[in-house]
C-alpha cells in the first residue's frame, strides 16, 4: 500500500503514527502529481492529502476513513487502536471530530491564518479573538478528556487529536498565548502520556521540523 503525504500535514501524520504503531506495510510517499492541480484532482477527487493507494489500485482519501480501514484490515485482524465496546468506539470518534471540528476548525485554523498573515488589518482585535476562541475549544477538550478517564488505552481518536495539537501549541503564539496547556491540567497529562510513545514523539518531530523548515521557506522568500 501507498500512503501520498506531506511532511507538515497534520492529517497525514495521523496515519503514520498509527502505520509504525501497527507495523503496517506502507510505503510513505509525497503526491504522485502536484497538489491544487487539475491533474491531482482527476486522480484523486476529494483533492488533498492523505491519501492511501491500496494494492487493487483502489484509493482512500480522508485521514478518519484511512485510519478506520487500516484499524479493520490490520494483519493481526483488528488494531488495538480499535477499542472492543460501541461505547469506547463511539468516545474515540468523539475525539477525532473535537479534533477537527472544534479545536482546528475554531482555534487552529484562525492561528495558522494569523500566522501567514491573512486578514490582519485589526492584527490585535484578531488575536485577542482567537486566544478566546483557543481558551473555549481547549476547555472543551479539558472536560472531553476528562469524562474519558486515565485508565484507557490510546485509541485512532488521541492519534486523531495529537498533530492538531502540536500545531496548536506551536502557532499559539500568534496569539498571545505561550503556552496554551498550561491552565488546562487534564489536557496537559494527556499530552504527556500520548507523548510517551515512540510512534507519536517521533511522528510528531518530523512534523515539527517539516513546518519550521517550510516556514523558514517562506521567509527566505519574503
Known amino acids: 500500500m501507498k500512503l ?7 492529517y497525514a501524520a495521523r496515519v503514520r503514527i498509527q ?8 510505503e510513505v510517499l509525497p503526491p504522485p502529481v502536484p497538489l491544487r492541480t487539475e491533474a491531482f ?20 482519501a480522508e485521514s478518519w476513513a484511512i485510519m478506520e480501514y487500516l484499524a479493520e484490515t490490520a ?3 483488528r488494531s488495538a487502536l480499535l477499542p472492543a465496546t460501541a461505547l469506547e468506539r463511539a468516545q ?32 490585535d482585535g484578531i488575536a485577542e479573538g482567537i486566544a478566546e476562541s483557543l481558551r473555549a475549544e481547549l476547555m472543551k477538550g479539558e472536560r472531553l478528556i476528562s469524562d474519558f478517564g486515565s485508565d484507557r488505552q490510546l485509541t485512532l481518536g488521541d492519534i486523531a487529536l495529537a ?3 502540536l500545531y496548536l ?3 499559539a503564539p500568534v496569539a ?11 489536557l496537559g497529562a494527556w499530552w504527556s502520556w500520548i507523548n510517551r510513545s515512540a510512534a507519536v514523539s517521533e511522528t510528531l518531530q518530523e512534523v515539527r521540523t517539516a513546518y519550521h523548515a517550510f516556514v523558514d521557506s517562506l521567509v527566505a522568500k519574503a
Open 92 to 123: 474515540m470518534r468523539m475525539l477525532g471530530r473535537y479534533a477537527d471540528f472544534h479545536l482546528a476548525a475554531n482555534a487552529l485554523f484562525p492561528l495558522f491564518r494569523a500566522a501567514m498573515g491573512i486578514g490582519q488589518e485589526d492584527a
Open 75 to 77: 494483519p493481526a485482524g
Open 19 to 26: 502505520a509504525r504503531m501497527d507495523a503496517l506495510p506502507l
Open 163 to 165: 498533530p492538531t495539537m
Open 176 to 186: 498571545g498565548v505561550k503556552k496554551p496547556l498550561e491552565d488546562f491540567p487534564a
Open 169 to 171: 501549541q506551536e502557532l
Open 41 to 60: 484532482l482527476e486522480r484523486f477527487p476529494l483533492g488533498k492529502v492523505p491519501v492511501l493507494e491500496l494494492e487493487s489500485g483502489d484509493t482512500i
Open 4 to 10: 501520498y503525504s506531506l511532511p507538515h500535514s497534520p
